[in-house]
């Protein structure tokens, strides 16, 4: 398959090329050439296949032969190696569980794919990859988990100091291996401009093969659609085959690829856009106006975007039929005061704990269900990540609900270890010079 610019479709590069540049020249963003319909005999017969088995069949859609069939058979059983469950909470709402991954975020589907993707495509006697990211909390945990012990990587992890919970912070300083942890005395815009800055300076580049691993990269949005598919899947076994899905939005990657999965043949009947303050998305789809704006600080931190990066994709696909995109999502936007009303009563009606953006998203899907009357739609709102990464929002009660998995439990016996660096480009610069 190949891939164009989202602004020159003139421009057409490979897999590989898509996947170590991240973004071309242009700005723009890497779309497939095609996207593959396929086929309703497999789709209304998802309900007999595994996850691993829908992910090859989506991916060699996609991918056609960039990657042999074994290579990446195996390539996406060593990636998605965990589940992703479809928990029915009362009839026609349910929660799609995507933290059952070793970061507990739905991040490690496109962190684990990717690490993989880049890994294989690193020839033998390559230089080593050196993978530079930002996090405000999530990402960094998924990337360094995707890339641990992944041959001929390192990864570099800027995060704001004293900005991550004590979890997230852990699985991002506890690695060792090929992973090391800088902890930035600033903020997340911070730690972004000094890996922006990174590659644009001559001489990092001229010493370092470097590369980033942020949401937009195309091996991140691929596998991100295997899991609408399962979801799919396992409603189908319920006897559903009609429903809406609503996804908890930040730089709408996770959303891009639903609609994504929907473009090639998912049948999909609504998906709902929830945001917090941050709302240019669903600004947008009221107003007819895409006003980014500066981002704002709110309790589900992950969704802090007041740009979202991936939105190009998403009007990409829609670029033929702009009215498409408004049948077909609808945009939902809450303060925390509403976010922290919806954790207490997701407990209080189902005993569920949910993460902040979680709850939003669940907030989002029972207001479209009541406006809507849908309520003969299967709902499932995403869960992108577990409640324990975000233990300060909860009331104690909530909080002593929480169950904490096993893995969690082992990074506290860990070494942790980050080292402190100021926000200053010099300092950054020589710390990569002489640590390299
Ligand atoms: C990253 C993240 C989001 C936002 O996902 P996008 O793909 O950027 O829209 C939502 N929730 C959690 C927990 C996240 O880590």
């Not at 963003?29 to 998802?46: A, C, Q, R, S, T």
């Not at 230089?127 to 996090?135: E, P, S, Y």
């Not at 506890?174 to 800088?182: D, E, F, S, V």
Request: with cysteine.
């Amino acid at each position: 398959m190949k891939f164009y610019s989202t602004n020159n479709t003139d421009l057409r590069v490979g897999f590989k090329e898509a996947v170590f540049n991240s973004m071309p020249q242009d700005k723009g963003l890497y779309m497939p050439v095609e996207i593959p319909h396929l086929g309703d005999k497999f789709i209304h017969n998802l309900d007999q296949y595994t996850l691993p088995e829908i992910a090859y069949h989506v991916a060699q859609n996609l991918l056609g032969d960039d990657i042999p069939a074994n290579d990446l058979k195996a390539l996406i059983k060593d990636a998605i190696n965990f589940y992703a469950p479809v928990v029915k909470l009362e009839d026609n709402v349910n929660v799609l569980e995507l933290f059952h991954g070793p970061s507990l975020a739905f991040k490690d589907f496109g962190a684990r794919f990717m690490s993989r993707i880049m890994s294989y495509f690193l020839e033998e006697g390559e230089k080593q990859l050196d993978v530079l990211v930002a996090t405000s909390g999530d990402t960094g945990g998924a990337v360094a988990l995707g890339f641990l012990g992944v041959p001929n990587t390192r990864v570099t992890i800027l995060y704001p100091k004293g900005k991550v919970s004590d979890i997230q912070e852990l699985q991002l300083t506890t690695n060792g291996q090929n992973i090391r942890a800088l902890e930035i005395d600033g903020t997340f815009d911070d730690c972004q401009a000094l890996v922006k800055l990174a590659f644009t300076d001559a001489e990092l580049n001229a010493k370092f093969r470097l590369t980033s691993a942020n949401s937009i990269n195309i091996a991140r949005l691929i596998p991100q659609t295997f899991y609408y598919f399962n979801a799919y899947a396992q409603l189908l076994k319920r006897g559903s085959s009609k429903v809406v899905f609503a996804v908890p939005s930040g730089n709408f990657g996770n959303i891009g690829a639903g609609l994504l999965a929907w473009k090639m043949g998912l049948p999909v009947e609504r998906f709902i856009a929830a945001t917090n303050a941050n709302d240019t998305v669903p600004e947008f789809l009221k107003t007819g106006v895409y006003q980014p704006k500066p981002s704002v600080a709110t309790l589900s931190n992950a969704m802090d975007v007041g740009n979202p990066s991936n939105w190009v994709r998403i009007a990409d696909l829609f670029k033929e039929d702009p009215e498409a995109l408004n049948a077909l999502i609808a945009g939902y936007t809450y303060s925390d005061e509403d976010t922290l009303g919806a954790i207490q009563e997701l407990f209080d009606s189902y005993q569920y704990v949910a993460c902040p953006h979680t709850a939003i998203a669940w907030k989002a899907l029972k207001a479209y269900q009541q406006e809507q009357q849908v309520g003969d739609i299967a709902g499932v709102f995403l869960s992108t990540a577990h409640p324990c990464k975000f233990p300060d929002v909860f009331t104690e009660q909530i909080a002593g609900e929480i169950v904490v998995p096993a893995q969690v439990k082992e990074l506290e016996q860990k070494d942790s270890k980050a080292v402190s660096l100021g926000a200053g480009f010099d300092e950054f610069k020589r710390y990569l010079l002489q640590n390299s």
